[in-house]
């Protein structure tokens, strides 16, 4: 119950310092699982899920795999962070450096400072994995 909790505080202190920030999700990648999730307004949990599917591609799956291969072809190392442009919206996907399975996925809105965020979500995560 208590890693539960300071997962649940850092999502919310993230949300406070980027109030444009509508979802922060903590996810656990090899189960396809959000774990956690701080939102702003109704947020269904299909969406969630979706998300977390999301991260799972452009972390681990074919789109990582295409990324990789085509930027880095002689690298071996995991992609930790991708970002995706909507038309309103950024979406946000961080892995754990000291857990890879644990990811942060965000959803913003456009104007978010994004090497902020990009900072403070890796200072989250790090927050939650020395939570554990």
Known sequence: MRVSMIVS????????QFPDCDIAAFADLSTGMVLSARVVGKVSQERL???CLS??????????NNVTRTMWPKSSDRIRCAV???TDQVELFLRSAQMPEDALCLVCATK???PALISVAEDTL??????H
Do not use: H, P, Y
């Open 112 to 114: 978010v400072d994004l």
């Open 84 to 86: 995706r442009f909507q």
């Open 49 to 51: 899920d979706d998300l």
């Open 55 to 64: 991260a799972m591609d452009v972390l681990d799956g074919q789109t990582a």
């Open 126 to 131: 790090s927050r939650i994995e020395m939570g």
């Open 9 to 16: 505080e850092q999502l919310d202190q993230l949300g406070v």
